[in-house]
């Protein structure tokens, strides 16, 4: 009888026990994974330090996916602006220029006085000069100046016009060196020290007074064969064209006085091209000479560039020196 009724309660009692273990572990792994539930919920703030920090160790691809969701899930935080013009920014290292200028023309047209709107105008102009549209890139700084009263800021136009202008006289046929001095006069007193207009004033007067050729002298001296390049101070070119036209006017006479006028005068019609094209070669040449001398001085420019400081969120000056 004991033993009979010890047989009968053994399974259910290890019934019981099996399903309070079970509910145990049900409940518990329900503990665990409302625990990692709340460790993954992402605030603002680590969010944004999470996109900053890749930003600043360089990682642009990777920070502009990382704004992007920071002003997806956030976009009522006051920092939504910033990481609008880093997306700017990050593209704009990443040299998709194109796409840079449309982020920072959504940020301009925003319209709010801020830092950064200010700043979007400047980037867009930089990201239209990597493009090679140099008259787009005036026209926004143009625009701006416009809509402007703060006389810092107006002074910074006026300095990016005149460099502008500046790097645009770098190219063959082009002087807008009077236009950069233009607007290096209008900079105020106040920032023209901190801006470097004055160094940028001796620079293109430098470039103006620099030693140059005279064409005319060139196409002159020219006509002894190689004397136009001689002037020019391209001696080998010199050498060169004095040779080959010496050995053809040589080849000519001889023929002819070896009775062979055909032959002469095909000789003497090669020569007269070779004899000509020295004489344009030496007035080109003493361009080319001006070109490289006026080049070599610009290349000297002081280039001021503006970026933010992601410290302090605020704007600070860099300077750049081309050697």
């Not at 807008?176 to 207009?197: G, T, V, Y």
């Amino acid at each position: 009888m004991r033993k009979f009724y010890y047989a009968r309660i053994k399974p259910v009692t290890c019934f019981l026990v099996s399903w309070a273990a079970a509910g145990l572990f049900f409940f518990g792994t329900a503990i665990l994974a409302q625990a990692e539930t709340q460790q993954l919920v992402i605030s603002p703030d680590m969010q944004f330090s999470y996109a900053d920090s890749l930003y600043k160790k360089a990682d642009y691809a990777t920070a502009e996916v990382e704004f992007k969701r920071f002003i997806h899930f956030f976009p009522g935080d006051p920092r939504t602006m910033e990481a609008e013009f880093k997306i700017g920014m990050a593209l704009f290292y990443q040299e998709r220029f194109y796409d840079a200028a449309r982020q920072f023309d959504e940020i301009i047209r925003k319209e709010k006085q801020n830092p950064f709107t200010r700043e979007a105008y400047f980037m867009q102009s930089k990201a239209f000069i990597r493009m090679d549209n140099w008259g787009y890139a005036q026209t926004i700084l143009h625009n701006f100046l416009k809509i402007t009263d703060d006389p810092d800021i107006q002074d910074r136009i006026y300095l990016d016009l005149a460099r502008l202008h500046i790097q645009a006289s770098r190219q063959p046929g082009t002087d807008e060196l009077d236009d950069a001095r233009r607007f290096l006069e209008q900079i105020s007193q106040a920032n023209a020290k901190n801006l470097k207009a004055a160094e940028l004033a001796a620079l293109i007067k430098e470039a103006r007074t620099a030693p140059q050729k005279n064409p005319v002298l060139a196409g002159l001296f020219a006509i002894i064969p190689g004397g136009g390049f001689f002037y020019c101070e391209r001696y080998k070119d010199a050498v060169a064209a004095f040779g080959l036209n010496a050995g053809l006017m040589l080849a000519a006479y001889t023929a002819f006085d070896n009775g062979n006028p055909a032959l002469g005068a095909v000789i003497g019609f090669v020569e007269t091209g070779f004899y000509s094209g020295s004489i344009y070669g030496a007035v080109s040449a003493a361009h080319k000479h001006n070109h490289v001398q006026r080049v070599r001085i610009l290349n000297r420019e002081f280039n001021l560039g503006t970026t933010i400081d992601p410290d302090h969120q605020g704007v600070f000056f860099s300077l750049n020196h081309r050697f």
